[in-house]
């Protein structure tokens, strides 16, 4: 899990969206208002961009973020959240405390957590 990740505002353009995915190598970007996440925005979002008649420079977040994105506690369990992960076939899990953003799951920190585990149990096994 990543705390405290990046996050943009819904009025953010979409040009300004994808120079913070670019600058931190990040592929999702929770979108909050005062505070309080309400979606999400990923990389695959800004690309489909370029089919929209629209200037990403000018075009705001939310007219194309993901409104209700999937939201879990942080005591939530790791295979709880990889388990609605893949069946829904979320790319992340945003972590809410209080309804305020405290962290993000992706896909890429389910296949760490799954090399920790796949290591530990070889180690273990010999």
């Given at each position: 899990?990543?705390?405290?990740?990046?996050?943009i505002?819904?009025?953010?353009?979409?040009?300004?969206?994808?120079?913070?995915?670019?600058?931190?190598?990040?592929?999702?970007?929770?979108?909050?208002?005062?505070?309080?996440?309400?979606?999400?925005?990923?990389?695959?979002?800004?690309?489909?961009?370029?089919?929209?008649?629209?200037?990403?420079?000018?075009?705001?977040?939310?007219?194309?973020?993901?409104?209700?994105?999937?939201?879990?506690?942080?005591?939530?369990?790791?295979?709880?959240?990889?388990?609605?992960?893949?069946?829904?076939?979320?790319?992340?899990?945003?972590?809410?405390?209080?309804?305020?953003?405290?962290?993000?799951?992706?896909?890429v920190?389910?296949?760490?957590?799954?090399?920790?585990?796949?290591?530990?149990?070889?180690?273990?096994?010999?």
């Amino acid at each position: 899990m990543t705390r405290q990740p990046y996050s943009i505002d819904e009025q953010t353009s979409i040009a300004e969206a994808d120079r913070t995915m670019r600058k931190y190598n990040i592929r999702h970007l929770p979108v909050v208002v005062n505070n309080k996440v309400v979606g999400i925005l990923s990389d695959r979002d800004v690309k489909s961009v370029g089919s929209i008649k629209a200037s990403p420079e000018t075009l705001q977040v939310k007219f194309i973020l993901h409104e209700q994105p999937y939201t879990v506690d942080p005591n939530t369990t790791l295979d709880e959240v990889a388990k609605q992960m893949a069946m829904h076939h979320y790319g992340s899990a945003i972590i809410v405390d209080n309804d305020q953003l405290v962290g993000i799951f992706t896909t890429v920190d389910a296949c760490r957590a799954l090399s920790t585990v796949l290591e530990n149990y070889y180690l273990d096994s010999e």
